[in-house]
């Protein structure tokens, strides 16, 4: 089968811009949750919505892949998934080393979605000696002196790194120099590298923080709602105290209001 190494994906040469290529992925994850139901076709509309982004971003993100669909039938679900899969290289294998095998690390190692969307992890490294030949996800943690050797061994271009902040750097930098092109750093660090390596950061700190954001903006309005209760309740008391007065001043001297009121 084929390796990393040995093959790119064809997006940057055939002009995909990269907003476009981030939304691939979501794309495909509807589209293979349609195939495991068995739906034949997909319109532009429904499976928009299955992705979260609207129906005309998605005929133009389709459009750099040759996909058009079918008038009144729309997209074939089985060739879509097939057409996605090919442009985001995973009709190959993909080996991935893991560098940092602590909680997160071994999460990652235990994750069962790797294997089914194209990528097989070669290796679990990590630098805490006691860890070495550990059994992680059923396979053994291997020291990282022994790191520029696993990623030559089995062609990785693919590094995934778990580590401490004040770890990352190092850890990428001998990553790179031993060949790997594509890192994946869940580290909370910015990492440094030359042109020609392409890194994802994952910062799940950052994400809970733009949460708490949002959080804290809805709990403002609540609070502001809450705060202009009073005075709307004080207004609707004066409007009915109004009326009352308005009826009393209407009442005859029995008690009762006149049919016709003097002019």
Same mark, same amino acid.
Request: glycine letters at 16%; proline letters at 5%; a negative charge.
């Given at each position: 089968m084929a390796t990393g190494r040995t093959h790119r994906p064809a997006t940057r040469s055939r002009g995909i811009p990269e907003a476009t290529v981030a939304r691939l992925p979501l794309y495909l994850r509807a589209l293979t949750a349609l195939s495991e139901r068995s739906v034949p076709t997909v319109s532009s509309e429904e499976l928009a919505t299955a992705a979260g982004v609207n129906s005309a971003k998605l005929r133009k993100d389709f459009s750099y892949l040759g996909s058009y669909?079918?008038?009144?039938?729309?997209?074939?679900?089985?060739?879509?998934?097939?057409?996605?899969?090919?442009?985001?290289? @995973?009709?190959?294998?993909?080996?991935?080393?893991? =560098?940092? /095998? #602590?909680?997160?690390?071994?999460?990652?190692?235990?994750?069962?979605?790797?294997?089914?969307?194209?990528?097989?992890?070669?290796?679990?490294?990590?630098?805490?000696?006691?860890?070495?030949?550990?059994?992680?996800?059923?396979?053994?943690?291997?020291?990282?002196?022994? @790191?520029?050797?696993?990623?030559?061994?089995?062609? =990785?271009? /693919? #590094?995934?790194?778990?580590?401490?902040?004040?770890?990352?750097q190092q850890v990428c930098e001998r990553l790179v120099a031993a060949g790997v092109t594509s890192i994946l750093n869940f580290a909370p660090t910015v990492l440094s590298v030359p042109e020609g390596v392409d890194v994802r950061k994952v910062d799940l700190s950052i994400e809970l923080q733009i949460l708490a954001f949002h959080e804290q903006r809805k709990a403002g309005e609540d609070a502001a709602a809450e705060a202009a209760l009073p005075a709307v309740a004080r207004d609707d008391a004066a409007i009915e105290a109004a009326a009352d007065d308005v009826a009393a001043s209407r009442k005859g001297p029995d008690g009762d209001v006149p049919a016709v009121m003097p002019a």
């Open positions: 669909g079918t008038r009144g039938v729309g997209y074939d679900v089985e060739y879509l998934v097939y057409q996605i899969s090919r442009e985001l290289g @995973l009709t190959q294998d993909w080996p991935v080393v893991i =560098v940092g /095998i #602590g909680n997160l690390g071994a999460a990652l190692a235990n994750y069962g979605g790797f294997a089914s969307r194209g990528f097989r992890v070669a290796a679990l490294i990590d630098a805490d000696p006691a860890m070495a030949g550990k059994p992680v996800a059923g396979m053994p943690v291997q020291h990282t002196d022994e @790191l520029e050797k696993i990623i030559n061994d089995n062609g =990785v271009s /693919i #590094g995934v790194i778990a580590t401490p902040a004040g770890a990352a």
